[in-house]
């Protein structure tokens, strides 16, 4: 009975543990679920006029911002909204998009 | 069907009680395995993403979504279907797969809130405890501020589809049977209102079916505002290039009168005879956002929030996302979704005892067409700075023309804000 206690306990810690890096991540989960306005929830679009980013390399994304903001990728809309984040922001954005399966 | 919060909080605390059976008790622990209980009214655009993300981010959380309407009605896209170009069908859809992410959902109208207690009471008798509110009512109407408009809206003759649902599907029927040659008048409240650029597009969407299959018909658009009030470049260039000598735009001209029978409308300038009126009256926060006492601004009409966290600067515990919100940001669909992710993100913070993102950044994109083949957009990205509200960022701003490529994506965004509200 005891141990079973115990275990929860130590659930319920690792539960404080993840909590707390959900805290330092949640300025990035509400800036990339931003983005699934257009491009899909969960970074899977349902049109195909639209580019999903679950999945993206990291590397791909950060490129696509950086030249969308500087102008030097032709596009409709996405200067307007490249132009209104930081350096710091796309990275933890191509991270989080890299990681959505 | 009534639990108390202090009810629910003595069962969890009962069952937590009962797992740890055989040891000392720990009260901490305790605490923690009580779920909080976050209540959404409106299951709109904001409402029912914010419901969403709070489970998503709050998995811990229990979520209660309150909504009427058996069905999701998207007032993006709605003047398609007054402009003929979409049917009531595409712009309707089931809230079946929310209940997919652990939302409870209440088909029932919200008809008092003891924000002491807090608690929210439902038509059909309910009483649901809530740790914390999240109010996504949209916009109240005010059709008793134009003379003769209840009357006249009662009888079927006056619309405003300001709200996407059966006037929507009315007013189209009107323009259907109207003849060639008829005058279609819509007007334009004053701001702030739902939805800014709204009636320009319906102005254009209307003339463009008219070029289609009445082209001998006239649009008379009576503006409250001084000037166009959203993307006025696309607008401008729209009705001279597409619809010259067809839309005649009248501004500093709210109508305060309506009269059904004789097909009337009246400014303090003149009398307006249409064969279709499409009146808009003045609007406020919706009603449960007074029922809440949250209706807090100067004019008692709009809701005062703290925008990093959407919480009522009046009215503790509750919070209030969408159109119903005064402040800066655009009254757009896209903006509620905005708001409801950086609210969930503040509430499943706040419930943890953790301080909220104090500097959220928020977007908004809105597509208008002009035509049966193209479009054209404003999209801004705001940043909250603290003592200064949401900062627009410097390269937003709208097309001055629109186009066929913006056209689908339109189309594309629709798709995907319906599935990400709704999926």
């Known amino acids: 009975m005891c141990k079973t206690s115990l275990k929860m306990l130590v659930g319920l810690f690792m539960l404080v543990l993840s909590g707390a890096v959900h805290a330092t991540d949640m300025h990035t989960q509400v800036i990339a679920a931003t983005c699934m306005a257009c491009h899909?929830?969960?970074?899977?679009?349902?049109?195909?006029?639209?580019?999903?980013?679950?999945?993206?390399?990291?590397?791909?994304f950060m490129q696509a911002m950086q030249e969308f903001r500087s102008g030097a990728r032709e596009a409709s809309i996405m200067k307007r909204h490249a132009a209104g984040y930081t350096n710091a922001e796309f990275e933890a954005m191509a991270a989080y998009f890299a990681a959505l399966k | 069907m009534t639990t108390s919060r202090r009810d629910f909080l003595k069962i969890s605390s009962a069952g937590a009680a009962f797992a740890l059976t055989g040891c000392a008790t720990r009260p901490g622990a305790l605490a923690m395995t009580a779920r909080a209980h976050v209540v959404v009214v409106g299951a709109g655009f904001g409402g029912a993403?914010?419901?969403?993300?709070?489970?998503?981010?709050?998995?811990?959380?229990e979520v209660t979504l309150i909504e009427p309407n058996e069905r999701f009605v998207s007032c993006p896209i709605s003047n398609w279907v007054i402009g003929g170009l979409r049917t009531m069908d595409d712009i309707?859809?089931?809230?079946?797969?929310?209940?997919?992410h652990g939302i409870k959902r209440v088909q029932d109208s919200v008809i008092g809130i003891d924000t002491d207690r807090r608690v929210v009471?439902?038509?059909?008798?309910?009483?649901?405890?809530?740790?914390?509110?999240?109010?996504?009512?949209?916009?109240?109407?005010r059709t008793d501020t134009v003379r003769g408009y209840q009357e006249a809206e009662a009888a079927g003759k006056?619309?405003?589809a300001w709200k996407a649902g059966p006037q929507t599907a009315l007013l189209r029927k009107q323009l259907e049977a109207m003849p060639d040659g008829g005058v279609f008048v819509i007007s334009a409240p004053t701001a702030p209102y739902r939805c800014p650029p709204a009636p320009y597009e319906r102005a254009c969407l209307v003339a463009s079916y008219f070029k289609r299959a009445k082209p001998r018909s006239k649009i008379i658009l009576l503006d409250g505002n001084p000037d166009i009030a959203s993307k006025k470049a696309l607008f401008q260039s729209a009705w001279k290039e597409l619809y010259a000598g067809m839309i005649d735009y009248r501004p500093n001209n709210a109508p305060f009168a309506v009269d059904g029978d004789r097909m009337i409308v009246s400014s303090d300038f003149e009398d307006v005879t249409g064969a279709v009126l499409n009146v808009v009256p003045?609007?406020?926060?919706?009603?449960?956002?007074?029922?809440?006492?949250?209706?807090?601004?100067?004019?008692?009409?709009?809701?005062?929030?703290?925008?990093?966290?959407?919480?009522s600067t009046t009215v503790p515990y509750v919070h209030v996302i969408g159109d119903s919100v005064l402040s800066n940001l655009p009254k757009s669909g896209h903006t509620a979704t905005s708001m409801a992710k950086i609210t969930?993100?503040?509430?499943?913070?706040?419930?943890?005892?953790?301080?909220?993102?104090?500097?959220?950044?928020?977007?908004?994109t809105c597509y208008s067409a002009?035509?049966?083949?193209?479009?054209?957009?404003?999209?801004?990205?705001?940043?909250?700075?603290a003592g200064k509200g949401y900062v627009s960022q410097p390269e937003g701003g709208s097309t001055p023309t629109g186009d066929e490529r913006n056209f689908k994506f339109a189309q594309a965004w629709a798709r995907n804000i319906w599935a990400d509200v709704l999926d």
């Open chain 2, 158 to 160: 006056v619309v405003h």
């Open chain 2, 92 to 100: 309707t859809h089931r809230y079946d797969r929310l209940p997919r």
């Open chain 2, 282 to 311: 003045r609007q406020r926060a919706g009603e449960v956002c007074n029922l809440a006492g949250a209706r807090n601004d100067s004019s008692q009409a709009w809701c005062l929030v703290n925008l990093a966290t959407f919480e």
């Open chain 2, 344 to 364: 969930a993100g503040a509430i499943v913070e706040l419930l943890a005892g953790r301080q909220p993102d104090p500097a959220p950044v928020l977007a908004n």
């Open chain 1, 40 to 60: 899909g929830p969960d970074g899977k679009s349902r049109s195909a006029f639209m580019p999903g980013l679950a999945g993206l390399e990291a590397s791909v």
């Open chain 2, 121 to 141: 009471k439902t038509r059909n008798g309910a009483s649901i405890a809530y740790d914390r509110l999240v109010l996504a009512p949209g916009i109240d109407i």
């Open chain 2, 370 to 385: 002009i035509s049966d083949s193209r479009a054209g957009y404003i999209a801004n990205v705001f940043r909250y700075e």
């Open chain 2, 49 to 61: 993403t914010c419901a969403k993300y709070l489970r998503q981010w709050g998995p811990n959380i």
